[in-house]
């Protein structure tokens, strides 16, 4: 595992772009994808939810439904990532869940911000967030009933902004912020790659860099 890890910063390093062409048509990159949207999840509803008894609140859903499609998106590549019908599907769908996730997780860290202005001897005017509106009745895209289907998920009963966890100085929102700057950092050259190597067919340049 090591061994190609090194040899494939060694390709990166040579070859960046026919490496990432290659890359995207692998599975292990979309498995990585994944396997992060799991373990976010997993952290939200298993730690934060049930361990520390933090009830999620409005854009806490949001952002679960975003690491979802984020996820789902995944392992449809990772079922036939050669298949440039599915890899567009997926990258849609994972780019609109970084989108938005990245949306709601700056909604949150300024309610955060707003909620505990008081600790830091502002008031809502000066902190420049104003209330913080939050509502116990979502609206997912496409009006789907999350909350109904699955409130364990996508109920929210929290207030917004008004959780006192942190590590390291950060709270769960700009840690958020962080995991979404991640998937754009990964997933923008995959997705440069793919329409590169899409609008040019590079068959003989993948084959090149694997003889190489």
């Known amino acids: 595992m090591i061994n190609k890890l090194k040899q494939w910063f060694a390709d990166l390093k040579a070859y960046p772009l026919l490496t990432l062409e290659a890359t995207q048509e692998g599975r292990a990159v979309w498995v990585v994808m994944a396997g992060a949207c799991v373990f976010l999840l997993g952290s939200a509803m298993g730690f934060f939810q049930v361990f520390l008894e933090m009830d999620p609140c409005e854009n ?21 990532p050669k298949n440039k019908v599915i890899k567009v599907i997926g990258l849609a769908l994972a780019w609109y869940g970084i989108v938005y996730g990245m949306d709601k997780s700056i909604i949150l860290s300024g309610q955060h911000v707003a909620s505990h202005a ?18 116990l009745e979502p609206t997912f ?33 700009q840690y958020c912020i962080i995991s979404y700057t991640v998937f754009i950092a990964c997933a923008l050259p ?13 068959s003989f340049f993948t084959k090149t860099l694997r003889e190489s």
Not at 63 to 79: D, E
Not at 150 to 161: D, N, Q, T, V, Y
Request: hydrophobic fraction near 45%; glycine fraction near 12%; charge should be negative.
């Open 118 to 135: 008081s600790d830091s001897g502002l008031d809502l005017f000066q902190s420049g967030q104003g209330a913080n509106a939050c509502s």
């Open 60 to 80: 806490c859903v949001y952002i679960r439904f975003s690491q979802f499609c984020i996820l789902i998106a995944g392992v449809m590549m990772i079922v036939n």
């Open 190 to 202: 995959l997705t440069v790659a793919f329409i590169t190597k899409s609008l040019r067919g590079g």
């Open 141 to 173: 895209p496409l009006g789907l009933p999350l909350h109904e289907w699955l409130p364990f998920e996508f109920a929210p009963s929290g207030i917004c902004g008004e959780d006192d966890w942190a590590l390291f100085g950060l709270n769960m929102a």
